[in-house]
């Protein structure tokens, strides 16, 4: 597409369909320390990056500090002033409203020198407050917007927000400018959420929601669009056969990418019932399978792995990449841990995927809103991805909390069955992407976890 401007920023391409429409001059406004500046720098990057030069007038940071920050998060700018496709103009001396039209002037004759396809003011801010209001809806009208539309160029123009306001207050974003988007990072219930709204876009349609973001070393921002759900294809293939009979039977005809929840009863012990599941799959047919666990830290569930890899017959098995993923749920808001989850994923992309245990998170989450607005997406991802995923989740009498069956393609549930072998489990599995087994199935295990034939 030509008509767009790739941001360069993950997601919020895909959510303004392709990036910026081009010619768009975009107000960017923001809170302190929400990522303006990143966001910003991250567009020109991306327009270097595809041949297309760039100017940056900043009134706030030095050539040099730029530089040095943006390189920590992932931008090398360097190699674009030596090949004078990027200039940067430093504004910080100016203290009067006079020295920042100098700056202006000084930058759109860059624009023109260089045939800059996008530029940055960042910020407007800096200057708007060195006059009146009358002063400053001349300068963005008459400078910015209308000046700038001759060179036909792409542009953000940062603006500070003030915390806890709305609007910017010149009065007239709304209009004079073709997009405006609105970056928050405010603490909510002693957590920071970084929010963004695009509140305009001329020349797009963009779903009405409010995404959430992350500034991150190596993309600089990565923003949390939901999974368009229409590109999710319909699980096709049925799953390889696993070489350990009752897992077999119980999970028989699975579809590829389906997702599955594994609610234990209380004394099933979740991490070793999903790790087998998992290494079924994943020994035979040889894929990749990524453990997950939010509760164990990385030598247990390494060491019940090595244990219950013994289970299973060497001969038969395919080689299988085991990946062991162990994170603190409670080290980030959630929120960020569900994006953190996503992205491994998407780096990793895993053919199978054992979470351990979900009901932690539902549990931690603030309401059950904001586990679910996470949790559909992951979920849907994972479909799109073609991961088919088993998800623990602990189910104790002491919790209120329903496991949220709903969301998943098969329900297994596994319960201790009491009796003379007392390692024995009962497994029932039912759900729309497979035949409803007609009984419960009973499997055992020795201490070694070795499936065993139950005794009575
Ligand atoms: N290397 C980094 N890794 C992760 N986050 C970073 C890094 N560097 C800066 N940040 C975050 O970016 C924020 C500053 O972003 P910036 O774009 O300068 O904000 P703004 O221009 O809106 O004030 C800081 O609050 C910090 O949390
Ligand atoms: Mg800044």
């Not at 996503?342 to 053919?351: A, F, Y």
């Not at 998943?408 to 069955?417: M, Q, S, T």
Request: aromatic share 10%; proline share 6%.
């Amino acid at each position: 597409m030509n008509d767009v401007c790739p941001t360069g920023i993950i997601g919020l391409d895909e959510f303004l369909n392709g990036g910026i429409p081009r010619g768009n001059i975009v107000l960017v406004a923001g809170t302190p320390g929400a990522g303006k500046t990143t966001m910003a720098a991250k567009f020109l990057y991306e327009g270097l990056r595809r041949g297309e030069p760039g100017v940056y007038l900043s009134f706030l940071e030095s050539k040099a500090d730029f530089l040095r920050f943006m390189k920590l998060l992932g931008m090398d700018f360097e190699p674009y002033l030596r090949d004078g496709t990027f200039q940067y103009i430093e504004g910080l001396q100016s203290t009067t409203f006079e020295a920042a039209r100098e700056n202006l002037i000084e930058f759109l004759d860059a624009v023109a020198r260089l045939g800059a396809k996008r530029v940055v003011i960042d910020s407007i801010t800096a200057v708007t407050q060195m006059t009146t209001l009358r002063g400053a809806r001349e300068l963005i009208k008459n400078a910015l917007v209308l000046g700038l539309r001759p060179y036909e160029v792409t542009g953000l123009i940062v603006a500070e927000l003030p915390i806890g306001y709305e609007v910017v207050g010149y009065g007239l974003e709304e209009f004079i400018f073709d997009g405006v988007i609105i970056l928050k990072s405010e603490f909510k219930n002693g957590i920071l959420r970084r929010t963004l709204q695009v509140r305009k876009m001329r020349g797009t349609v963009v779903p009405e929601v409010e995404l959430h973001y992350d500034i991150v070393a190596g993309d600089g921002i990565r923003v949390y669009a939901p999974v368009r759900i229409e590109e999710v294809g319909e699980p096709k293939n049925v799953e390889t056969i696993t070489p350990l009979e009752p897992i077999n039977y119980i999970f028989r005809n699975l579809r590829r990418g389906s997702q599955v929840l594994l609610v234990v009863d209380k004394y099933v012990p979740s991490l070793a019932v999903g790790v087998l599941i998992g290494l079924s799959f994943a020994y035979s047919s040889g894929g990749k399978l990524l453990i997950r666990s939010f509760s164990k830290p990385p030598d247990i569930v390494k060491y019940v792995i090595d244990l219950i890899s013994n289970a299973f017959p060497k001969s038969k098995l395919a080689n299988a990449e085991i990946i062991i993923e162990c994170l603190n749920p409670t080290q980030e808001p959630l929120y960020r841990l569900a994006h953190r989850a996503r992205d491994n994923e998407l780096r990793i992309r895993p053919d199978y995927l054992v979470i351990d245990p979900v009901s932690h998170l539902l549990k931690l989450s603030g309401g059950l809103h904001e586990f679910y607005r996470d949790h559909i997406n992951n979920i849907l991802m994972r479909r799109k991805l073609g991961i088919t995923t088993f998800y623990a989740y602990a189910d104790t009498e002491a919790s209120e909390l329903e496991p949220p069956v709903e969301l998943y393609d098969v329900v297994a549930r596994i319960r201790r069955k009491w009796g003379k072998n007392r390692r024995c489990y009962s497994v029932e599995a039912y759900g729309i992407l497979k035949p409803v087994p007609p009984a419960p199935l009973t499997f055992c295990v020795d201490p070694e976890w070795r499936l065993v034939t139950e005794e009575e």
